[in-house]
């Protein structure tokens, strides 16, 4: 006959099992934050790359709209200022209980690169027929201005209207964050670092076209498989060789790029390792063919800037590029990223800091991890 203290002290450890096992894993009765595993790199509690799930803004309103807005003719950024007003705007819908929608046609329609993956965000502007709307544009200093202002005011008395049209290219999840009046809908968000909510998001919402996922198949199928992938995203700012390039601020000094020549010597092995690369400048691409000829790899296509380049089917072309060599980017066994958002983007998705490199125009190449100053501006 087992006593009632020793039934009292079974339920009790059976309780603290099961406490314990919802802490590390979240999967009994709710999804928790995933954390950033150092050691494997993995947002993860076990077995997948993230642990949580946003509350999709599918479920939202169907009065309320935010949409994030790219279109011809306007200045939006480049790619990495786009992933951030698309992250920012989705988080205003998920905040205030909204629908969500994203209206990218500059250079041209982005959904020929990325489709929706959980709900359907396609932008219809047949949706909003009858409904009052506005377009606001918070590019650099006033999307900086209007974050601060969401910690803690009310994001529908900012935007009144059914339908919003946003143009934003600022970081906006630490700072919506904080704001109390949402803390329920957004709870998910609650304990998820800025490189944890980007990931978690992006990966929930996009999924490559099917254009450029047979694309991306037969570029792992034919060049990767069986190989570590060893990866660097270069930005030089400029490129005065290319008319269509027209990024001129200068972000770095070619003579640098030999530190990412000397890393890459480490793994010059075409039995072990590829090499792949993406940047905005020919010479540094060139420079790399001719140091690593058959072992560099790319996604073929013309170098461009999505948003200061011309409107031509070539910039279109440059701009899924961009899309799919981010897309590989975020696959990296080893990743050195340099001064941009295309490259820092990637690294959150791809979800670890083991073998990851900064290098910045007035700091060597050298190991960085998502808090370090040398991967992350604090005015991002």
Known sequence: MISKYKLTIGILLILALIVLYEFYYGTLFARKPG???????????KSGLFATEPKLSVEGSKDKYFVYSCRRGMV????????????????????????FRIEIEKPCDFTSALQPKSFNWIFNKNEFINRSSERREFIDGHGRELRDKLTKDNITEHFPRDVSYLTINSEFSHYIRQNKL?????????????????????????????????RYQQFVTTQVTGKKLICAQIRIGRDPNNADFRDDFPIMNLDKISQVWN??????????????????????RTEAIKRFPGKLIEIDGPIGHVDRGPETEKTCDAFKKVILDQHI??????????????????????????????????????????????FQPSNW
Not at 263 to 284: A, C, E, P, Q
Request: positive net charge; proline residues 1%.
């Open 329 to 374: 980017l975020s696959t990296c066994d080893v990743l050195i990223s340099s001064w941009s958002g295309i490259g820092r983007h990637a690294a959150y998705v791809r979800g670890k800091e083991t073998g990851l490199y900064c290098l910045l125009r007035d700091r060597d190449l050298g190991p960085c991890n998502f808090n370090s100053s040398l």
């Open 182 to 214: 949402y803390s329920q809908n957004l709870a998910w968000l609650k304990d998820l670092s800025m490189a944890e909510t980007f990931a978690t998001i992006w990966r929930d919402i996009m999924v490559l076209s099917p254009e450029l996922q047979k």
């Open 35 to 45: 954390l950033l595993n150092r050691e494997t790199g993995l947002f993860a509690r």
């Open 76 to 99: 939006c950024g480049g790619w990495g200022d786009r992933q951030k007003g698309v992250i920012a705007v989705y988080l205003m819908a998920n905040a205030t209980n909204s629908q």
């Open 263 to 284: 890393l890459f010597m480490k793994y010059n092995d075409s039995g072990k390792y590829r090499i792949f690369l993406t940047t905005d400048n020919g010479d540094v």
